[in-house]
């Protein structure tokens, strides 16, 4: 990302006498030097961790799909299914999943998002649990190794007790804010915690500013990759909304807990050997504490005032009339209409007949073994329109 740190030695003293100068020491011809503080030759003022937790959220997602494809077991369901040579982890027919998944049957089964179970059937844990699941290989291959590129190196620098939270939550600040705005179809994926840790990379940049070396060409990389993978995000068939979402709530958990001390050690670092600083302090700057209260106002605020108004059942589309357009633009290439997932039914004894609005085709199923009939028959709804 071009961003320079200061245990590199990219950061230099300003040679201002003060607390933090440095001064020579009064050399004893018989006295050995004093050891640097730190323990050695090479002093890190900020710990470096093994990152362990991010290829574990990997290896979590993973499972998850192989899970779900475990569940899917497509030739039960179809005959066209692709690479059918690997019996029931095969794969949808590619003209209803062209992303080598599941069925969005088995994904809302396995907990996808979908706003009509979250508001009505008392199914909040959806919300976080949309964003392990994938909608096929091509999908959770690019999410992975992204978060490799970007979780491993945030690790490294905070530790797994801060990216951790920072990957949930934004994740769930990502579903919370597609659910408000996109609930007429399913939602999956690891993208809106993806976009919190790019959200987190932005914010401590800048509440960190002072430390890093070649400042503003680190501040333009970042943004332009931010800008890039939003501006795909427009496409259609792409939850930019999760992606808007887990941006701001990164953003804002940036400012609160990846928080660092801006001066003390410089000196001490880039001192030449035989100096040494008469003190090394940690200290916070105003502008941080500024930061780091309204980013904690505005996450709480933001949360509640999200979580109130998806449990009243409010589409936010219904009060923003251009906000759609920041999810997709339509152009004479493609649509932004989301396929219709309403269905006709008919029922004689225990046959049910659905037939899709949108498609026109019609099936039959026995509503004998269905123990939670409302809820089976949008789910097959959903699986005869797709």
């Given at each position: 990302m071009g961003r320079g740190t200061s245990s590199?030695?990219?950061?230099?003293?300003?040679?201002?006498?003060?607390?933090?100068?440095?001064?020579?020491?009064?050399?004893?011809?018989?006295?050995?030097?004093?050891?640097?503080?730190?323990?050695?030759?090479?002093?890190?003022?900020?710990?470096?961790?093994?990152?362990?937790?991010?290829?574990?959220?990997?290896?979590?997602?993973?499972?998850?799909?192989?899970?779900?494809?475990?569940?899917?077991?497509?030739?039960?369901?179809?005959?066209?299914?692709?690479?059918?040579?690997?019996?029931?982890?095969?794969?949808?027919?590619?003209?209803?999943?062209?992303?080598?998944?599941p069925s969005s049957v088995t994904l809302l089964k396995m907990g996808a998002l979908d706003v009509k179970k979250v508001v009505h059937g008392n199914q909040g844990w959806r919300l976080v649990t949309c964003m392990w699941l994938h909608a096929g290989v091509i999908h959770i291959l690019a999410n992975m190794l992204s978060l490799l590129f970007i979780g491993i190196r945030l690790e490294r620098e905070f530790g797994f007790v801060r990216i951790g939270p920072l990957y949930v939550i934004a994740g769930l600040g990502g579903s919370l804010l597609s659910a408000l705005f996109i609930q007429a179809s399913i939602s999956?994926?690891?993208?809106?915690?993806?976009?919190?840790?790019?959200?987190?990379?932005?914010?401590?940049?800048?509440?960190?500013?002072?430390?890093?070396?070649?400042?503003?060409?680190?501040?333009?990389?970042?943004v332009v990759i931010i800008a890039i993978n939003?501006?795909?995000?427009?496409?259609?068939?792409?939850?930019?909304?999760?992606?808007?979402?887990?941006?701001?709530?990164?953003?804002?958990?940036?400012?609160?807990?990846?928080?660092?001390?801006?001066?003390?050690?410089?000196?001490?670092?880039?001192?030449?050997?035989?100096?040494?600083?008469r003190s090394i302090k940690r200290k916070h700057k105003t502008y941080q504490y500024v930061l780091w209260i309204i980013s904690a106002i505005a996450l709480v605020v933001g949360f509640i005032v999200g979580l109130v108004l998806l449990f009243r059942g409010v589409n936010a589309n219904d009060h923003c009339s251009w906000c759609h357009y920041l999810s997709c633009v339509p152009t004479s290439r493609w649509s932004c209409e989301s396929q219709s997932k309403s269905c006709l039914t008919s029922q004689s004894g225990h046959r049910l007949n659905l037939t899709c609005e949108d498609s026109g085709k019609t099936k039959a199923y026995d509503l004998s073994g269905m123990t939670d009939a409302a809820s089976q028959i949008y789910e097959l709804c959903v699986e005869l329109c797709g």
């Amino acid at each position: 990302m071009g961003r320079g740190t200061s245990s590199e030695g990219d950061v230099r003293s300003n040679g201002r006498r003060g607390d933090n100068a440095i001064y020579p020491l009064e050399m004893n011809p018989t006295e050995a030097v004093p050891p640097r503080r730190g323990g050695g030759d090479d002093f890190r003022p900020f710990r470096k961790w093994f990152p362990w937790l991010v290829p574990l959220f990997v290896v979590a997602n993973v499972v998850v799909f192989v899970v779900s494809m475990y569940i899917n077991d497509c030739p039960k369901k179809s005959t066209s299914c692709v690479l059918d040579f690997l019996g029931r982890f095969s794969f949808q027919p590619l003209k209803e999943n062209p992303l080598f998944g599941p069925s969005s049957v088995t994904l809302l089964k396995m907990g996808a998002l979908d706003v009509k179970k979250v508001v009505h059937g008392n199914q909040g844990w959806r919300l976080v649990t949309c964003m392990w699941l994938h909608a096929g290989v091509i999908h959770i291959l690019a999410n992975m190794l992204s978060l490799l590129f970007i979780g491993i190196r945030l690790e490294r620098e905070f530790g797994f007790v801060r990216i951790g939270p920072l990957y949930v939550i934004a994740g769930l600040g990502g579903s919370l804010l597609s659910a408000l705005f996109i609930q007429a179809s399913i939602s999956v994926g690891a993208s809106g915690a993806l976009f919190g840790l790019l959200g987190a990379m932005l914010s401590e940049l800048i509440t960190n500013w002072t430390i890093y070396a070649n400042k503003f060409a680190a501040l333009l990389t970042l943004v332009v990759i931010i800008a890039i993978n939003l501006a795909v995000g427009i496409l259609p068939h792409v939850d930019n909304f999760a992606h808007i979402g887990g941006f701001i709530t990164g953003f804002f958990l940036g400012f609160v807990i990846l928080i660092r001390p801006q001066f003390g050690y410089i000196s001490q670092k880039n001192a030449p050997l035989g100096y040494h600083s008469r003190s090394i302090k940690r200290k916070h700057k105003t502008y941080q504490y500024v930061l780091w209260i309204i980013s904690a106002i505005a996450l709480v605020v933001g949360f509640i005032v999200g979580l109130v108004l998806l449990f009243r059942g409010v589409n936010a589309n219904d009060h923003c009339s251009w906000c759609h357009y920041l999810s997709c633009v339509p152009t004479s290439r493609w649509s932004c209409e989301s396929q219709s997932k309403s269905c006709l039914t008919s029922q004689s004894g225990h046959r049910l007949n659905l037939t899709c609005e949108d498609s026109g085709k019609t099936k039959a199923y026995d509503l004998s073994g269905m123990t939670d009939a409302a809820s089976q028959i949008y789910e097959l709804c959903v699986e005869l329109c797709g």
